[in-house]
RNA sequence: GGCCCCGUAGCUCAACGGAUAGAGCGUCCCCCUCCUAAGGGGAAGGUUGCAGGUUCAAGUCCUGCCGGGGUCACCA
């Protein structure tokens, strides 16, 4: 289905019949041939750079290569041009009923158009948010979400077998933080005056948890110490706090597969079994720890701790995973929840950190790889900030939460569809802005908008057709003869459509699903370019007199759509039919 | 100071190790008897922070600097 990989093989094909004849020596490592659309339309329709990779293993010069590959490849009657190009490489001319049948693939697949196999059906975990289940979740949380969500679309898309998972920090000190603010909105509930400390959790919505605790207790926990009601209190609010945070993920779109509990891991021996595992590997010890180098902390004290040998893994340092009271660090549940993940058979494991968290990149690693043998790839995305943008200035007030944005103001404010659109506009390691008013301008400034203007047209497109007894289903569209499309406009627009596949593949491959959302902005802006010159260009308009020729030139537009459709779906943005 | 990320057009950003580094905004010029002008065409604008290295080929990989941000042992 992935025309530059059915091309890519006809090369290799070729290269096996020369190294048959005695052209080439036998064993050439081809990995790094490769097919793509070059940068310069003038260069042809697709380039191989095979000459010139293999010239120095086979001893030969590039162009001689390229030479007796231009004269083999030319038996395939796909390609109706091969020329020799600049320091080798071979430049391809497909036959325009190559493009044209890229018609009848997206027509016949419809929304299965550029679906792959690459992932091989591997199983794949993508964790992503994990937010502690302290309060709503805010701003910061909205890109990793819609980042993982819609990298979890695009692997599952590419063949991968995909588990979404939420790990729920609900095992550390700040769920107790979370409990005594929730206590004191239960002494609210009751007419007494809540003493909200420094160091508490402020906002309004912990006083439904108050009310909520004192509908389940009563009055019972009152005038009672922290010790009587600490661990109730907790597991209620936190179990209160999970419940919106599942909310505010549907609000935006995103469903888990699975929520895992860090403080499920305590008392089951997990955590034990993982650390005996690394015991064994001959990776934790007894040690001391270099203070780091230069700026010393002010309370530095050299300190024996039992710590994890990450850096036979490629840590800068070990890692403690004891506090010097005997009780686990954070990163021993951390690393016993992904030992858990290994041991759950996933051949891939993918991180989606806040860019805060890049100093636990490598230590993550490096217990990945030491608890799976090197076996399982651990991937881990930092998510940059998001800057919110209103009037012009920096928002940052929440009528919810008073002290910072929530998820579910952004929501509210931008809609999910604008909202996950406009995360996927930068690549996660780069900060975004996000202007309330950009992104739910209708111009050609707001991307979304102009993706999604350019589908509404197409469906602009089929109404009026059908209003003028045109028939546009796809099987006719399908049937009918798209040999006449032919203009470069025209052409220019069958080659991105053709592209889709392959650029899925690339997506899936590195991860990053931000690739998807700036393809279907070419896509979209190809598509307005050849509608405009349908102004000047009445025989480049999608409604003809003809009805034949009609329905080839509506199958075009059908088939962005199509595509365009397919995109938004894997960013998880629904289509917009029309836009009056 | 160590480590991580970023540095590309005036601005915001793309570019699986491939050819003459691309879009949008902004600036300037132009296009509505026409399926949605909520759009489109064109011009100008670059030593990809600097210096080396690897490679047939480097914005991309490696080393060292410069600048910005993040992070840095019993917090998660």
Known sequence: MNLFADIRSAVVDALGRMTAEGLLPSGLNLSNVAVEPPRDAAHGDMATNAAMVLAKPAGKPPREIAE??????????????????????????????VWQGVLRQVLEAGTGYGRSDIGAGQKVNVEFVSANPTGPMHVGHVRGAVVGDALSNLLAFAGWNVTREYYINDGGAQVDVLARSAYERYREAHGLEPEIREGLYPGDYLIPVGEALKAKYGDSLLDKGEQVWLADVRDFASAM?????????????????VYSSEKALYGTGEIEAAIEELREKGLIYEGTLEPPKGKEP?????????????????????????????????????????????KRGFDQLIDIFGADHGGYVKRMKAAVSALSNSTVPLDIKLIQLVKLWKNGEPFKMSKRAGTFVTLRDVVEMAGADVTRFIMLTRKNDVALDFDFDKVLEQSKDNPVFYVQYANARINSVLRKARD???????????????????????????????????????AARNNEPHRVAFYLYELASDLHG??????????????????AVSQAKIALARSVGVVICTGLGILGVTPVEEMR
Do not use: C
Request: aromatic content about 8%.
């Open 68 to 97: 007796g590959l231009a004269a083999r490849l030319m038996d395939d009657p796909r390609i109706e041009g091969a020329d020799v190009a600049g320091p080798g490489f071979l430049n391809l001319r497909l036959a325009p009923a």
């Open 241 to 257: 706090m999970m419940q919106m945070i599942r909310e505010d993920l549907a609000a935006l779109g995103v469903r888990m597969d």
């Open 298 to 342: 002010e309370d530095w004290e050299p300190r024996v701790q039992t710590l994890f040998r990450s850096t036979a893994h490629g840590d800068d340092v070990d890692r403690p995973v004891k506090k010097s009271d005997g009780s686990w660090t954070y990163f021993a549940p951390d690393i016993a929840y992904h030992y858990n993940k290994v």
């Open 468 to 506: 003028a007894g045109i028939v546009v289903d796809d099987a006719t569209l399908l049937a009918a003869d798209h040999s006449g499309l032919a203009h470069p406009a025209e052409q220019a627009l069958l080659k991105k459509i053709a592209e889709w596949p392959r650029l899925v593949e690339i």
């Open 530 to 547: 050849l509608w405009n010159r349908g102004n000047d260009e009445l025989q480049l308009r999608f409604i003809q007199e003809d009805v």
